[in-house]
């Protein structure tokens, strides 16, 4: 052995120190060996004999040959070469097999011997067993990953296969999922392996052999401890087997390493996960052992949190219902007060205090209709999702509607109300409602947070290209700190011990979504408590040249001819006053009240239009449509007259022969503009 460092100064022959570097080598606790300068194997040290199981011969022809993995072999092959060829140390990390076909990680490291004139004489070799850092570092990552996929899974059953695809092969050659049913029973959800055959070959035996309740992963379940075996052995598979031909079924399997764990949170155990080695040699220790309970844990968090969410959509999909359902209930009183407000209008006599009744219930029909309609899609307001309706307006028509529905509050509160508006008109491209709504909301906060005989101002004005409208109150003012959050949503902005005063907290956060839908800002100010509040809506004005033409055009008309028109609905007044409107334009009409009356009349009475709802009793609308189709043939128009609103109800009414689908309550003019436009009936 060199008298000095390797690779430096003069060398010894080794023949000369042999009996040193033996007892040297033999005391390490590495594997070693030594080789000649074309890479044969010279010498090895008793520990790597003891540990791989060849004999000295076999390990002098190439023990890493026989020993290493296979894919780790190919890379020492490689590296070798390069060592070999530019003289240098090779070092890599790879599996060795150990005498009972274990793998486990070993750090290789191979340093050249070289002579004086630096040419490799001789190669010395140690393994340092690395295996328990090695895969610990692969446990890490492995759970790292499986709670990173698990967190974007929200369904149980796809959770836990996700799990056991996660853990091959990177854990385990086999992983196995055992639920909990509701009723406390247990059920294999899953075995996974990378072999689809081999996969068949476990579900084969499972059907053939059902593990029932003596199974390990019932009893894993029931006792709620882990069961870990390093090492299964040959007695353990007859155990477990029921048969003989059970016996050599597990045995095809070629189980190596073996663990079940529990997973369990808060108390409750929903499963039992498995994971098995086979072909790769692994031999399960303390650390996967630690690994698999962790992931078990994860994966019952998961689990739950898939059951919560589930639950939610549940309850998303239950209020979406109800407020479907509670739409249709407020739309279906609606359309007869609206029908009624068109008699109404059309009445000869009318005096002027008449007409602006006429006018302000029309215009608070309307946006409650509208108001209604957000029932059916909450998620709109929380997403920014609204859809808009955008139309040329003149601002003080918004601000008068707005003022319309909020004078109630306004005067109930006994304030007095300053309003002041531009004397030439302000023109928006923009949603008469949804900006009506805005400013309400805003009137409505100031009247609330204002004490009784408070004063408020609203201040509408053209500053540039922009419309600045102020509302501004001398009220409860707001605190500095809650200044950049009052437009979050479910927040209040009352002062400390100030009562409540009524709401849910998503006026404001409502109002900043629509303004800036519109291309819009809005800010709030206040000097402090007490010193009342100021919010600024800030909106652009529509073009010049654009906002001149105030006078729409009206849509051209097909065909102004009277029709036969059947009018089905179950709300009586709803019917009638429907009635009494296209009676007085001149139309026949005939009414039915239910679905089986409809498709009678519509075959006596020969109708050219059919406005039909679809909550009908005796026969709903899908079911009565098909029928007088199927009567009157392609020439009979069918509209849907309906409180029932959602996409789902349009692609129905579709599906049943619906022309149209119109949402209660229906502006009259939109059903003659459609009866109008259709083609004309037959002499």
């Known amino acids: 052995m060199a008298a000095e460092p390797l690779g430096r100064g003069p060398l010894e022959p080794i023949a000369a120190n042999e009996e040193r570097f033996r007892h040297l080598v033999e005391a390490t606790p590495a594997l070693a060996w030594s080789s000649d300068a074309q890479g044969r194997v010279t010498y090895a040290n008793r520990r790597l004999l003891e540990y791989t199981g060849l004999d000295p011969a076999a390990a002098i022809e190439d023990w890493a040959h026989r020993a290493l993995h296979p894919e780790d072999d190919a890379r020492r092959g490689e590296a070798w070469r390069k060592a070999r060829e530019g003289g240098g140390a090779l070092e890599i990390e790879a599996r060795i097999r150990r005498h009972d076909g274990a793998y486990r990680w070993f750090l ?73 049913e509701p009723d406390g029973g247990t059920r294999r959800l899953v075995a996974a392996h990378r072999d689809p055959q081999r996969v068949a070959l476990a579900e084969e035996m499972q059907r053939r052999f059902p593990p029932g309740e003596a199974s390990l992963a019932r009893r894993v379940i029931l006792t709620g401890e882990p069961f870990f075996t390093p090492d299964v052995s040959d007695e353990m598979l007859r155990e477990a087997a029921q048969s003989h031909e059970h016996l050599e079924m597990i045995r095809a399997l070629k189980l190596r390493s073996y663990i079940c764990v529990p997973m369990r949170n808060r108390g409750r155990t929903c499963g039992a996960i498995a994971f098995a080695t086979a072909e790769s040699g692994r031999a399960y220790t303390e650390f996967d052992l630690q690994a698999a309970k962790e992931l078990a844990r994860r994966a019952a968090i998961a689990i739950e949190n898939a ?27 609606l359309a007869p007060v609206r029908n009624a407000i068109e008699i109404l209008r059309a009445s000869p006599g009318g005096t002027p205090q008449l007409q602006w009744t006429h006018d302000v219930i029309d215009r608070q029909v309307r946006q409650l209709s509208r108001l209604v309609d957000d029932l059916l899609d909450v998620s709109r307001i929380t997403t920014g999702k609204i859809e808009l309706r955008h139309e040329r307006i003149e601002l003080c028509a918004a601000v008068r509607i707005a003022l319309e529905a909020s004078r109630p509050l306004i005067e109930r509160g006994t304030h007095e109300l300053t309003v002041r508006l531009p004397a030439e008109p302000v023109w928006l491209d923009a949603d008469l409602a949804r900006i009506a709504q805005v400013l309400s909301n805003l009137l409505n906060n100031a009247a609330r947070y ?26 409860i003012g707001i605190r500095p700190e809650m200044l950049t959050r009052i437009f979050d949503m479910f927040t209040q902005a009352a002062s400390g011990g100030a009562q409540s005063h009524g709401g849910l907290g998503i006026g404001l956060t409502l109002v900043r979504r629509l303004v800036e839908l519109h291309g819009g800002r809005v800010e709030a100010r206040s000097d402090g408590i007490g010193r009342g509040s100021e919010f600024i809506v800030t909106l652009p004005v ?6 001149r033409a105030q006078a729409r055009e009206p849509l051209p008309m097909r065909d102004p001819a009277l029709r036969r028109i059947l009018v089905v609905d179950d709300n009586r007044d709803a019917a009638d006053s429907l009635c009494m409107i296209l009676k007085a334009r001149g139309h026949e009409v005939r009414v039915a009240y239910d679905g089986l009356e409809a498709v009678g009349a519509a075959v006596a009475f020969q109708p050219d239009v059919v406005l039909l709802d679809i909550g009908l009793p005796k026969l709903s609308g899908y079911e009565a449509a098909p029928r007088i189709r199927a009567a009157l043939g392609d020439r009979v128009l069918l509209i849907a007259v309906t409180g029932w609103g959602q996409e789902e109800d349009r692609r129905r009414a579709r599906d049943a022969g619906f022309d149209h689908h119109l949402t209660k309550p229906v502006d009259p003019a939109a059903i003659s503009h459609l009866i109008d ?5 037959p002499a």
């Not at 004490?451 to 500053?463: K, N, Q, S, V, Y």
């Open 307 to 333: 059951a919560l969410v589930q639950a939610l959509k549940d309850a998303d999909r239950r209020k979406d219902e109800f407020l479907a359902v509670l739409a249709h209930e407020l739309r279906n009183p």
């Open 450 to 475: 204002t004490r009784p005989g408070g004063h408020i101002w609203l201040t509408a004005e053209r500053e540039g290209d922009s419309a600045v409208i102020r509302v501004r109150d001398n009220g």
């Open 108 to 180: 290789l490291r191979v340093l050249p011997l070289q002579d004086d004139a630096g040419r490799v004489v001789e190669w010395f070799g140690t393994a340092s067993d690395i295996d328990e850092r090695k895969r610990g570092e692969e446990n890490l990552r492995f759970l790292a990953d499986a709670s990173a996929a698990l967190a974007e899974i929200h369904d149980r059953e796809e959770t836990l296969k996700r799990i056991a695809e996660l853990a091959l092969p990177r854990f385990a050659d086999w992983s196995e999922v055992t639920v909990v």
């Open 542 to 547: 529509a073009a010049a040249c654009e906002a």
């Open 677 to 681: 436009a259709a083609a004309p009936p």
